[in-house]
């Protein structure tokens, strides 16, 4: 079964930090570009930032302006998002989700939407 | 950033009618569009891919249509269990910074 798994979620002042883990089962990690997405009480969905199967590229949505942190462990079959400099709207459900993944005889076609997704964790950040 | 827009807001529709959905992309996302349903508490569940295609398990009830900057999705003979917010999600640009849009509930009429 195919599995996500976040953790690392909880209270913060503003400009604290907070590490986020997603720890996953089921399927080849270390094939697969992995994503961060967060909601907001109330609120809809926000692609926060992705990275590719082996770490080496990393995307994040403009508006963080710097102040989070992707990587992945592929030994670990975990992916992180650090966050630092929080704010009051940084406030949210942040959801791990595994990006879609197309696999023929001999190649990989990836793809930016997301097939599976974790429960989610909660980062409220209030002082 | 491609922009997507999706309307209505909030859709009032009676068990076993039809709901469509629309979504807007600021600029052609090709068919490069998926759609999500979410309800209350739970994550996300893709429902449709490359504008048309049922992801794995999804009913037949369920569609989508569309190109370049509109899209729809249409629910036939809505069931209690379809009662929850639709998102769209364009993945066409590159570096893949996909955007979403703001979602319509879908609720009891």
């Known amino acids: 079964e195919v599995q996500l798994v976040e953790s690392g979620g909880g209270l913060v002042q503003p400009g604290g930090s907070l590490r986020l883990s997603c720890v996953v089962s089921?399927?080849?990690?270390?094939?697969?570009?992995m994503s961060w997405v967060r909601q907001a009480p109330g609120k809809g969905l926000e692609w926060v930032a992705n990275i590719k199967q082996d770490g080496s590229e990393k995307y994040y949505v403009d508006s963080l302006k710097g102040r989070f942190t992707i990587s992945r462990d592929n030994a670990k079959n975990s992916v992180y998002l650090q966050m630092d400099s929080l704010r009051a709207e940084d406030t949210a459900v942040y959801y791990c989700?595994?990006?879609?993944?197309?696999?023929?005889?001999?190649?990989?076609?990836?793809?930016?939407?997301?097939?599976?997704w974790g429960k989610g964790t909660t980062v409220t950040v209030s002082s | 950033e491609i922009v997507m827009t999706q309307s209505p807001a909030t859709l009032s529709v009676s068990p076993g009618d039809r709901a469509t959905l629309s979504c807007g992309a600021s600029q052609s996302v090709r068919s490069n569009l998926a759609w999500y349903q979410q309800k209350p508490g739970q994550p996300p569940r893709l429902l449709i891919y490359?504008?048309?295609t049922r992801a794995s398990g999804i009913p037949a009830r369920f569609s989508g249509s569309g190109s370049e900057t509109e899209f729809t999705l249409t629910i036939s003979g809505l069931q209690s269990e379809d009662f929850a917010v639709y998102y769209c999600q364009q993945y066409s640009e590159w570096p893949p910074r996909v955007t979403f849009g703001g979602g319509t509930k879908v609720e009891i009429k």
């Open positions: 089921g399927f080849t990690f270390s094939n697969h570009w």
């Open positions: 490359g504008a048309s």
């Open positions: 989700a595994r990006n879609y993944l197309r696999e023929g005889a001999g190649y990989f076609h990836h793809y930016y939407y997301m097939d599976v």
